[in-house]
């Protein structure tokens, strides 16, 4: 069983009820000892007023979501998304934020080069890594699942973001989110190659059979046919003792429950089934 004092409430989880503070009150409530918080509800909040509440409630961030996004049709547009990567990093900076996760984007639009969009997001990862290295921002690539290749990310395996993680050295590692690798027939050696140093988080949810959305329709951990016990069992052999996020995308069920009873079922489910 995994250590309580370990999960960290993804604010993807309350994200239709809650906004940043309210959930970051609402897990301290709930005497939970970290959150890991979403750009977008940062910013609704204030990036100040955020991390007041952080501080305010003792709270550590497990990592911020997300940067990323990198491929787009034309120079100016890579260059914005380096920007906003930046920008990124600081918001990371500002949260006391552990590492800054990276969905790192699908296809250009127009395009059918995926070869070329993968190659887009190491240049972009290339062009951001220096200033996320100065401010000791560790850059986690999040491999998505390749039903998402088009649209979110193209970088789907673990194996495939360990290789660009090798290929721009120091500061970049890696978020094993069970939702996307659990399929993996490779997964144990992959997370066993990425070792303490590239394993920068650990992600849970479940995935239902049916699954009725393929973006909005995560399961609760234990409602669904992922092994996450024998997956935190990898994770930990291969030296990974930091935060479990409960990330949990369910636009019909989870988000329209009262959050303060679905974080309640997140603590009740950790001790069962992570
Ligand atoms: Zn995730």
Redesign the pocket.
């Known amino acids: 069983m995994a250590s309580l004092a370990r999960l960290s409430l ?1 604010l993807a989880t309350t994200r239709l009820r809650w906004g940043a503070i309210e959930a970051i009150e609402g897990a301290a409530r709930a005497g939970l000892r970290a959150v890991a918080p979403w750009r977008d509800l940062v910013a609704k909040d204030g990036l100040e007023a955020t991390a007041k509440a952080i501080r305010d409630n003792g709270l550590g961030v497990s990592s911020l ?1 997300r940067g990323g996004m990198f491929a787009a049709a034309d120079a100016a547009g890579r260059q914005a998304a380096i920007d906003d990567n930046r920008r990124a990093v600081d918001e990371a900076t500002a949260l006391g934020a552990r590492s800054l ?1 990276l969905v790192v984007g699908g296809l250009a639009q127009g395009s059918k080069d995926i070869a070329g969009a993968r190659a887009m997001v190491a240049d972009g990862l290339a062009a951001v890594l220096p200033h996320a290295r100065a401010a000791a921002i560790p850059l986690a690539i ?1 491999p998505l699942h390749p039903m998402y290749a088009a649209d979110r990310a193209c970088i789907n395996t673990l194996a495939q973001a360990l290789d660009l993680c090798d290929s721009l050295g120091e500061g970049v590692g890696v ?1 094993v ?1 069970v ?2 690798l659990w399929w993996d027939p490779d997964l144990e050696a992959r997370i066993e190659r990425a070792g303490k140093r590239r394993l920068l988080g650990f ?1 849970v949810s479940d995935w239902l059979v049916p699954t009725t959305d393929l973006l909005l329709d995560r399961g609760m951990i234990g409602d669904g046919v992922i092994d996450i016990p024998r997956i935190r069992g990898w994770m930990e052999a291969a030296g990974y003792d930091g935060a479990i ?1 409960i ?1 949990i995308f369910s636009a019909e069920n989870w988000w329209k429950r009262d959050p303060d009873e679905v974080v309640a079922i997140c603590k009740e489910r950790f001790e069962t089934a992570v």
């Open positions: 993804n979501c996760v999040e978020v989110d939702y996307h992600h996020e990330e």
